[in-house]
């Protein structure tokens, strides 16, 4: 970060939390895909699962407490970058997990789209697979 970005914010960790209807389902979800290590759990009657993400200080959050409440799908995107994109679209095309086609951006980046069981999209990235 350059001096001219410095502000006093002293950050512990990051966050991401996605709204979800059904907990169970939503955490079986991440953690048979993605194998993503439960760090705190309350349960359907609290509503809340939270995930270790495999990078320092990094969680990704399931919140149901709106449970009852309507919400729009795609409330957030959750974007993992990998080292093998092909290689990660394939394992997941395995599991029968719906992806979308690798798109290129020349010089920038390669991604590919996915939802979780609630309807939330992934986006995962990698650096870009096409150079000019």
Not at 97 to 111: A, H, L, Q
């Amino acid at each position: 970060m350059s001096d001219n970005h410095k502000t006093p914010i002293k950050y512990k960790a990051i966050y991401f939390a996605v709204m979800v209807k059904d907990l169970e389902r939503a955490k079986k979800f991440y953690e048979d895909t993605f194998g993503f290590k439960v760090a705190w759990y309350e349960g359907p009657e609290i509503g809340w699962c939270e995930f270790h993400l495999p990078t320092t200080n990094s969680r990704l959050g399931l919140n149901a407490s709106g449970k009852d409440k309507e919400f729009g799908e795609n409330n957030g995107v959750l974007s993992l970058e990998v080292e093998n994109l092909e290689e990660t679209k394939e394992y997941l095309d395995s599991k029968e997990i719906k992806t979308s086609k690798i798109f290129d951006n020349p010089n920038y980046v390669s991604f590919f789209n996915l939802e979780d069981s609630e309807g939330n999209r992934i986006q995962i990235v990698a650096e870009p697979r096409i150079r000019t």
